[in-house]
């Protein structure tokens, strides 16, 4: 009885641990496969329309009935997808009365263009799972473990978006030092608990898109 108790308490132990790894690993999976499909699709898009920088808008959202609907095909978002993607990322999409685009992809995954009162081609949010099961809660909370910060905005020579410019999408990180501390610990965008969790996915793809055994937050999808 004393073993089987033994037994019973190291597998109440391990087993939360092996599910947690088996989450980490799932999510490891499908940010580093939206990050290359995502930008695999801008370069096929390059060959067929040039340079992106010249085909890329700050895109606004969608236009609302008289009762406050959405009007599909009315978002600059939507027909900016629509033109240059649409034909090389398998979507269907739902649009808010918002104006945020969210865009289901053929794996079950889904990202959306902008966030609530802010429509916008540059920030995109990426939902390794139901995005309907990461919503409701203290979005700080939320990000960097059931959504993840990416962003595409290749135009601007800021020095605060040099790790942005002439690139496809990539994990946010608008105005970051370089460090790995500010990775963490970045008063504004760092991951900590503490803090937004805007570089949540930055510290993933610096790990080589594997969750630290530091990692601050718990992922689920």
Same mark, same amino acid.
């Not at 037994?7 to 496969?33: C, D, F, H, S, W």
């Given at each position: 009885m004393i073993t089987l108790g033994i037994i019973g308490i190291v597998a109440a132990m391990t087993l939360p641990a092996l599910i947690q790894n088996y989450r980490n690993q799932v999510v490891e999976t499908r940010l580093k496969k939206f990050y290359t499909i995502f930008n695999q699709a801008l370069q096929m898009a390059e060959a067929e329309y040039g340079d992106k920088k010249d085909w890329y808008i700050d895109a606004l959202g969608v236009d609302l009935d008289e009762e406050g609907n959405p009007i599909y095909e009315t978002s600059d978002i939507d027909k900016w997808f629509s033109k240059y993607l649409s034909q090389f990322i398998v979507l269907k999409k739902k649009i808010d009365t918002s104006g945020r685009v969210l865009y289901y992809l053929s794996d079950g995954t889904a990202f959306q263009a902008g966030s609530v009162g802010n429509p916008s081609l540059r920030d995109l949010y990426f939902y390794p799972g139901n995005p309907d099961k990461c919503q409701g809660e203290n979005f700080d909370k939320l990000r960097g473990v059931c959504v993840f910060n990416f962003e595409y905005y290749p135009v601007s020579k800021n020095l605060l978006w040099k790790y942005h410019y002439n690139k496809g999408i990539e994990p946010a990180k608008y105005n970051w030092g370089g460090s790995l501390?500010?990775?963490? $610990?970045?008063?504004?965008?760092?991951?900590?608990? $503490?803090?937004?969790g805007v570089y949540c996915t930055a510290l993933i793809q610096y790990n080589g898109w594997k969750i630290p055994k530091d990692y601050p937050r718990k992922v689920r999808y």
């Amino acid at each position: 009885m004393i073993t089987l108790g033994i037994i019973g308490i190291v597998a109440a132990m391990t087993l939360p641990a092996l599910i947690q790894n088996y989450r980490n690993q799932v999510v490891e999976t499908r940010l580093k496969k939206f990050y290359t499909i995502f930008n695999q699709a801008l370069q096929m898009a390059e060959a067929e329309y040039g340079d992106k920088k010249d085909w890329y808008i700050d895109a606004l959202g969608v236009d609302l009935d008289e009762e406050g609907n959405p009007i599909y095909e009315t978002s600059d978002i939507d027909k900016w997808f629509s033109k240059y993607l649409s034909q090389f990322i398998v979507l269907k999409k739902k649009i808010d009365t918002s104006g945020r685009v969210l865009y289901y992809l053929s794996d079950g995954t889904a990202f959306q263009a902008g966030s609530v009162g802010n429509p916008s081609l540059r920030d995109l949010y990426f939902y390794p799972g139901n995005p309907d099961k990461c919503q409701g809660e203290n979005f700080d909370k939320l990000r960097g473990v059931c959504v993840f910060n990416f962003e595409y905005y290749p135009v601007s020579k800021n020095l605060l978006w040099k790790y942005h410019y002439n690139k496809g999408i990539e994990p946010a990180k608008y105005n970051w030092g370089g460090s790995l501390d500010d990775l963490f $610990n970045d008063a504004e965008r760092g991951c900590a608990n $503490n803090h937004s969790g805007v570089y949540c996915t930055a510290l993933i793809q610096y790990n080589g898109w594997k969750i630290p055994k530091d990692y601050p937050r718990k992922v689920r999808y």
